[in-house]
């Protein structure tokens, strides 16, 4: 076990250093400079060339990488090119905003997912399963950005139920919190909702046509009770695939969702990361998005050993 | 040949078995019992009027090639099958009461109380992920008011009666760690734990090693003497049927072909298709490498019913009747042991001799099967 971690923990380590270094590589071929985003297109050469020599912008692509490299390995990611701020403090407080989205989002989508996958699945082709089939259709469908104006304008701007923009952090006021995050899980998770509906529902009617499944009825066994107790844990593999890949595509890419809520997470600061030409907060929100893949595919290794007896190492 | 009363369309309504007498007594009595699977292909009828009654503690045997109906026929009588695309008519009275009507919410509390199944295989029929204890627990606290660790000692002690060493550690385990033959022991552990009077065993021995297979059916046969029960045992092994059955019914294509004491119907097998399938068998008093004899042709698809007998077109005594018409179950000469048979010419009488010979002559049946 111990053995399997450290292999683990040393092949994880190598694809984090392939993505930031090719990361670096591919955000320098980004057009413009970090001068002129920060000093303006009327800036003199000389104010450049400083800008330049301040930030070390005037080396060689790779020794600008080692330097980087050499900072992570100091615990320092580095400091904004636009303003000076330390990544590390960006990133603390951008981070624990997309993750709370990220997460109640998945978990929102589990819980509309699994019930109505159940039920779909338990009478396949059935009115009920064709009407979830379609209203999945639909939201796998429409766009993330389509999606969020239409709530906003129904829940937000006509019954004023809930926020339009902004963000209050949950450690300030819980519930305010909660009422401002409302909208943007409801886009996070809608269309996941779909995608997971759709792969479990697969799934379970696989899992039903097993001699388990007639097994438990012979037993006795209520339709619930075979449906979440029996059905659903043989039916869950693909279904945690596809939810941890979700969670950490959210991680890094809950960017639309962000911007048009005005949410200060990591997608917006990657936004405006690029705009500035900030080639160091860039390649700190590349860390986060890569170890986020990362910790995750490790959490669901794991997961399918404890969900299936049979996975050996 | 006396002629059997008759039923709906024609067919038999088991008066002759001598179980019928008691038949309140019975543990389960199945009537006319027909099975039709609706496909876009067209109907199929599965299992075809089929009729028995099986007594407290006997065993009814049920042989037939793969796709005979007899797997269907069980799970028709427990009504296991799934309602969409699929009819079902007659009636089946269990420990005397009628379920033929009932639907899943009304048969859960017959399901595992009262008849149980014994599955093929028990690696598929066992929840892979979920420690086997735990679904013998499972049954248990749904049919009886037990506490949880009181199904749990409950349990140990079926382990411990079906062979089991170290229930203990045993129920904790997930099936894929068990050997194939302890997994099967588990599953007559769960079909016992909550004493049915009706055990369906479908093949419970052809997934296993051969070794393992008589003491399974051992086991089997010990459980059902100590608790009276009534056990049907689907297989296609005769000999199987021969040691551990009391009647047999032979099916094909969905019918009853032959039925009667086991002793009986195997010595002097009156269907020809019984008798095909014995000579099919290998027999410890034939020299070895003796050729065994093999049926020609398949078993019929059975969609759309033809007008004649199913077998009829494998059959080497097949004649122009057997074509267009179907023969009825009807009881052999020494019938008033309730040895029935559906044939025009069955083996052992005067005209199957005679229709025997008749193709021999003219070297093909009816049906246009060549002869040696």
């Given at each position: 076990?111990?053995?399997?971690?450290?292999?683990?923990?040393?092949?994880?380590?190598?694809?984090?250093?392939?993505?930031?270094?090719?990361?670096?590589?591919?955000?320098?071929?980004?057009?413009?400079?970090?001068?002129?985003?920060?000093?303006?297109?009327?800036?003199?050469?000389?104010?450049?060339?400083?800008?330049?020599?301040?930030?070390?912008?005037?080396?060689?692509?790779?020794?600008?990488?080692?330097?980087?490299?050499?900072?992570?390995?100091?615990?320092?990611?580095?400091?904004?090119?636009?303003?000076?701020?330390?990544?590390?403090?960006?990133?603390?407080?951008?981070?624990?905003?997309?993750?709370?989205?990220?997460?109640?989002?998945?978990?929102?989508?589990?819980?509309?997912?699994?019930?109505?996958?159940?039920?779909?699945?338990?009478?396949?082709?059935?009115?009920?399963?064709?009407?979830?089939?379609?209203?999945?259709?639909?939201?796998?469908?429409?766009?993330?950005?389509?999606?969020?104006?239409?709530?906003?304008?129904?829940?937000?701007?006509?019954?004023?139920?809930?926020?339009?923009?902004?963000?209050?952090?949950?450690?300030?006021?819980?519930?305010?919190?909660?009422?401002?995050?409302?909208?943007?899980?409801?886009?996070?998770?809608?269309?996941?909702?779909?995608?997971?509906?759709?792969?479990?529902?697969?799934?379970?009617?696989?899992?039903?046509?097993?001699?388990?499944?007639?097994?438990?009825?012979?037993?006795?066994?209520?339709?619930?009770?075979?449906?979440?107790?029996?059905?659903?844990?043989?039916?869950?593999?693909?279904?945690?695939?596809?939810?941890?890949?979700?969670?950490?595509?959210?991680?890094?890419?809950?960017?639309?969702?962000?911007?048009?809520?005005?949410?200060?997470?990591?997608?917006?600061?990657?936004?405006?990361?690029?705009?500035?030409?900030?080639?160091?907060?860039?390649?700190?929100?590349?860390?986060?998005?890569?170890?986020?893949?990362?910790?995750?595919?490790?959490?669901?290794?794991?997961?399918?050993?404890?969900?299936?007896?049979?996975?050996?190492? | 040949?006396?002629?059997?009363?008759?039923?709906?369309?024609?067919?038999?309504?088991?008066?002759?078995?001598?179980?019928?007498?008691?038949?309140?007594?019975?543990?389960?009595?199945?009537?006319?019992?027909?099975?039709?699977?609706?496909?876009?292909?067209?109907?199929?009828?599965?299992?075809?009027?089929?009729?028995?009654?099986?007594?407290?503690?006997?065993?009814?045997?049920?042989?037939?090639?793969?796709?005979?109906?007899?797997?269907?026929?069980?799970?028709?009588?427990?009504?296991?099958?799934?309602?969409?695309?699929?009819?079902?008519?007659?009636?089946?009275?269990?420990?005397?009461?009628?379920?033929?009507?009932?639907?899943?919410?009304?048969?859960?509390?017959?399901?595992?109380?009262?008849?149980?199944?014994?599955?093929?295989?028990?690696?598929?029929?066992?929840?892979?992920?979920?420690?086997?204890?735990?679904?013998?627990?499972?049954q248990i606290r749904e049919h009886t008011p037990l506490s949880r660790s009181e199904a749990i000692a409950k349990t140990h002690r079926?382990?411990?009666?079906?062979?089991?060493?170290?229930?203990?550690?045993?129920?904790?385990?997930?099936?894929?760690?068990?050997?194939?033959?302890?997994?099967?022991?588990?599953?007559?552990?769960?079909?016992?734990?909550?004493?049915?009077?009706?055990?369906?065993?479908?093949?419970?021995?052809?997934?296993?090693?051969?070794?393992?297979?008589?003491?399974?059916?051992?086991?089997?046969?010990?459980?059902?003497?100590?608790?009276?029960?009534?056990?049907?045992?689907?297989?296609?092994?005769?000999?199987?049927?021969?040691?551990?059955?009391?009647?047999?019914?032979?099916?094909?294509?969905?019918?009853?072909?032959?039925?009667?004491?086991?002793?009986?119907?195997?010595?002097?097998?009156?269907?020809?298709?019984?008798?095909?399938?014995?000579?099919?068998?290998?027999?410890?008093?034939?020299?070895?490498?003796?050729?065994?004899?093999?049926?020609?042709?398949?078993?019929?698809?059975?969609?759309?019913?033809?007008?004649?007998?199913?077998?009829?077109?494998?059959?080497?005594?097949?004649?122009?009747?057997?074509?267009?018409?179907?023969?009825?179950?009807?009881?052999?000469?020494?019938?008033?042991?309730?040895?029935?048979?559906?044939?025009?010419?069955?083996?052992?009488?005067?005209?199957?001799?005679?229709?025997?010979?008749?193709?021999?002559?003219?070297?093909?049946?009816?049906?246009?099967?060549?002869?040696?």
């Open positions: 076990m111990l053995s399997f971690a450290a292999e683990r923990l040393l092949r994880y380590g190598v694809v984090l250093f392939l993505v930031t270094f090719c990361g670096s590589m591919l955000l320098s071929l980004v057009p413009g400079s970090a001068a002129l985003a920060v000093l303006g297109s009327d800036a003199s050469p000389e104010a450049i060339a400083d800008f330049n020599t301040k930030y070390g912008l005037n080396h060689a692509l790779p020794v600008r990488y080692w330097m980087w490299l050499r900072g992570v390995f100091e615990g320092n990611l580095g400091e904004s090119i636009n303003n000076g701020q330390p990544v590390s403090k960006l990133l603390g407080e951008r981070l624990p905003v997309t993750l709370e989205l990220a997460i109640l989002a998945i978990f929102v989508a589990l819980l509309i997912a699994v019930p109505l996958a159940l039920a779909s699945a338990y009478r396949a082709g059935g009115i009920f399963d064709r009407i979830v089939q379609s209203l999945t259709s639909g939201l796998i469908a429409i766009p993330e950005i389509a999606m969020a104006l239409f709530l906003v304008l129904i829940f937000a701007v006509k019954l004023n139920l809930f926020p339009v923009t902004g963000w209050v952090p949950f450690s300030e006021d819980p519930v305010q919190n909660l009422r401002f995050a409302v909208l943007p899980v409801a886009v996070l998770a809608l269309p996941a909702a779909a995608v997971f509906l759709r792969v479990l529902r697969a799934d379970v009617i696989t899992t039903l046509q097993s001699d388990y499944i007639a097994l438990a009825r012979a037993k006795g066994i209520s339709t619930p009770r075979i449906l979440f107790k029996h059905a659903l844990r043989a039916s869950s593999y693909s279904l945690l695939t596809i939810g941890g890949l979700r969670l950490a595509y959210l991680i890094g890419g809950t960017v639309v969702v962000e911007v048009i809520f005005a949410i200060p997470g990591v997608g917006s600061a990657l936004v405006s990361s690029i705009q500035g030409k900030d080639l160091i907060v860039l390649q700190g929100i590349v860390v986060v998005i890569a170890s986020a893949y990362l910790v995750i595919n490790f959490v669901i290794d794991m997961a399918y050993r404890f969900l299936d007896p049979r996975v050996e190492h | 040949m006396m002629s059997r009363p008759t039923g709906r369309e024609g067919e038999t309504v088991h008066p002759d078995a001598p179980q019928v007498a008691e038949k309140g007594q019975d543990a389960l009595v199945v009537d006319n019992m027909d099975v039709w699977f609706h496909t876009p292909a067209g109907s199929n009828h599965a299992v075809d009027d089929i009729s028995f009654a099986l007594g407290v503690g006997k065993t009814m045997g049920i042989v037939g090639e793969s796709g005979s109906g007899k797997s269907v026929l069980a799970k028709s009588v427990m009504r296991l099958l799934p309602a969409r695309g699929v009819a079902t008519g007659g009636q089946v009275l269990l420990c005397g009461n009628d379920i033929s009507g009932l639907g899943t919410r009304k048969m859960r509390k017959h399901w595992g109380s009262e008849v149980a199944m014994v599955f093929q295989d028990a690696l598929t029929a066992l929840n892979p992920v979920m420690r086997v204890g735990d679904q013998i627990v499972e079926l382990l411990t009666e079906v062979g089991i060493p170290s229930p203990e550690l045993r129920s904790r385990q997930y099936p894929h760690q068990l050997s194939g033959g302890m997994r099967q022991r588990v599953m007559i552990a769960l079909a016992l734990s909550c004493d049915p009077a009706v055990l369906i065993a479908d093949e419970p021995t052809t997934a296993l090693d051969v070794s393992i297979q008589a003491q399974i059916m051992d086991l089997l046969r010990e459980e059902q003497l100590g608790r009276k029960m009534g056990m049907v045992l689907i297989t296609h092994d005769l000999g199987l049927a021969a040691n551990y059955t009391d009647e047999l019914m032979v099916m094909y294509g969905g019918q009853v072909v032959e039925r009667g004491p086991t002793k009986e119907v195997l010595a002097q097998p009156s269907s020809p298709y019984t008798e095909a399938l014995l000579r099919a068998s290998p027999r410890l008093a034939n020299p070895p490498h003796t050729r065994l004899e093999t049926l020609p042709g398949r078993p019929p698809a059975i969609l759309g019913e033809s007008a004649g007998c199913g077998f009829a077109p494998r059959c080497r005594r097949a004649q122009e009747r057997c074509l267009v018409e179907r023969p009825r179950l009807t009881l052999t000469e020494n019938g008033e042991s309730g040895h029935g048979v559906r044939c025009f010419y069955p083996v052992g009488t005067p005209g199957g001799h005679e229709a025997l010979k008749i193709n021999v002559e003219r070297g093909t049946t009816a049906a246009g099967l060549e002869l040696r």
